[in-house]
């Protein structure tokens, strides 16, 4: 790590973080006798703390979002440029960046045609709900107002956004929480066994069909929406088993009802495609991104939807009420669609969908052979650059390892210089999946320095 700073503006540093930033998912009460990680720097698929300590990381940044890796000249210099020329004007009004990126976007997405700028995952999930709501106001009289979610998907942190939210342990102390939203089962085929009725064949196909029965008890003429991720991430990385997707489509066809997929993980790459649904063929009436839209270089978030659904919105001029009475702030800003656009140059040019593909199966080969020498991992899962690894005490019972289990695989993977994630705070005595996102970039050195680093730490961890 070429040093920006000295050993002393270091220690000030670290400081000045105890001493006054509030960090995002932590307990503070441990930085009382220990010091935070501060991450001062990062280049390509690894970052250095203040320690100079390097990690190769293998989560794009903690949180699935630096899909393109670190230290991009070309974006910053993209964002640089636009800034001095325009940094900011109101969603009100159009942009350069903001008509080319959503041109571009557009592009990879065929069968929607507008795209409504923001700056984060949880926002543009929240401005889905307003839509499906007012729509449901518009053209049913308020009654077609529901929203269905899946039970282990998440889908962001404002109150009504936990609403829908799967993961019970992210909801805790925060309700009472927005009425309207329903939860449907999830869908775990490792897990079907604490299903009641689960099918041994066919279950993606009665997963599915549990979603109808919500529906037929809730009534179909209250439901306006279901929201789901194409592979649930914090959740466990589930991929929705053969059958799923298929069933799904026809449901939401059936009943009139809007299909949200929410992209913001698995959007823009991450998957082997451009977006998670794609490997399904389904047809999405509305679809949210974020974490990879720019690869983190600015905030952008993205609410895109079909003509039919943006044409709600299109009404008579002299009726104050009946356009979508919405705006964020900083979705003004031209940073964002201009990182990007050159975000989305480079996953082109440098082939980074087809080495997702190579590098995720060859990520996968690799789990799969440590499943067979450690007998904790009781599945392995994944779609692309983005797989799971589920720990059991048990293969037979499939009883899960302990969180603190899990914590210390996480912390021996980190003493060996690789940073991974895990499943934590989210699905009540479910929380024991290592979870992997490394950037679209990874080399097979890459792939190979993370699972040996795993195959290393559940040696030391269970013996």
């Keep these: 790590m070429e040093g920006m700073f000295s050993d002393n503006d270091l220690s000030h540093v670290v400081e000045a973080d105890k001493a006054h930033v509030w960090h995002h998912l932590s307990q503070h009460k441990p930085y009382e006798t220990s ?9 390509g698929m690894r970052v250095w703390d203040q320690n100079g300590k390097e990690f190769l990381d293998s989560v794009s940044g903690g949180v699935w979002t630096v899909n393109v890796g670190y230290g991009r000249e070309s974006i910053a210099n ?58 449901a106001h518009k053209k049913y009289g308020g009654k077609k107002h529901k929203i269905l979610y899946r039970d282990r998907d998440y889908h962001g942190t404002t109150i009504t956004c936990l609403s829908a939210g799967g993961q019970d342990e992210r909801n805790v102390q925060y309700g009472p929480f927005t009425p309207g939203f329903v939860r449907v089962p999830h869908c775990l085929e490792y897990r079907k066994h604490e299903q009641d009725g689960a099918p041994e064949a066919n279950y993606g196909e009665w997963a599915a069909e549990q979603i109808e029965q919500v529906i037929l008890r809730e009534g179909p003429d209250t439901v306006g929406a279901l929201c789901l991720e194409p592979v649930t991430a914090g959740g466990g990385v589930i991929v929705p088993p053969e059958g799923y997707w298929q069933k799904v489509q026809d449901i939401c066809d059936r009943y009139d009802i809007l299909l949200h997929i929410d992209e913001v993980v698995c959007g823009v790459g991450r998957t082997g495609t451009w977006f998670g649904y794609q490997h399904y063929g389904l047809k999405p ?22 003509e039919e659904v943006f044409n709600h919105f299109k009404d008579d001029p002299t009726d104050k009420l009946n356009h979508f009475r919405d705006i964020s702030t900083f979705g003004g800003c031209t940073s964002g669609p201009v990182a990007a656009l050159e975000n989305m140059r480079i996953i082109e040019d440098e082939n980074l969908l087809a080495n997702t593909d190579a590098m995720g199966a060859r990520m996968m080969d690799n789990l799969h052979t440590l499943m067979d020498k450690h007998r904790v991992i009781g599945d392995v899962r994944g779609k692309g650059l983005f797989c799971g690894v ?68 559940l040696t030391k961890v269970f013996g």
């Excluded at 960046?97 to 557009?106: C, D, H, N, Q, R």
């Excluded at 289990?405 to 912390?411: G, I, K, Q």
Aim: charged share 20%; hydrophobic share 45%; proline share 3%.
């Design 390 to 457: 589920e720990l059991v005490s048990d293969r037979t019972t499939k009883d899960v390892v302990t969180e603190a289990h899990v914590a210390a695989v996480v912390a021996e993977c980190g003493a060996r210089g690789v940073i991974i994630g895990a499943s934590n705070r989210s699905v009540p005595g479910k929380n024991n999946c290592l979870c992997f996102s490394p950037a679209l970039i990874s080399t097979a050195d890459d792939i190979d320095q993370i699972t040996d680093a795993v195959d290393g730490a």
């Design 78 to 135: 993209a964002v640089r440029d636009q800034l001095l020329k325009l940094n900011y004007f109101a969603g009100s009004a159009g942009s350069i960046p903001g008509s080319l990126f959503a041109e571009k976007l557009i592009s990879k997405m065929p069968g929607l045609s507008r795209v409504y700028y923001l700056n984060t995952g949880s926002e543009a999930n929240e401005k889905a709900f307003k839509m499906v709501r007012q729509i």
């Design 285 to 306: 009436d509305m679809v949210t991104m974020a974490k990879g839209v720019a690869s983190g270089y600015a905030a952008i978030a993205c609410l895109v939807t079909t």
């Design 35 to 43: 010091d935070p990680r501060i991450i001062v720097e990062g280049k």
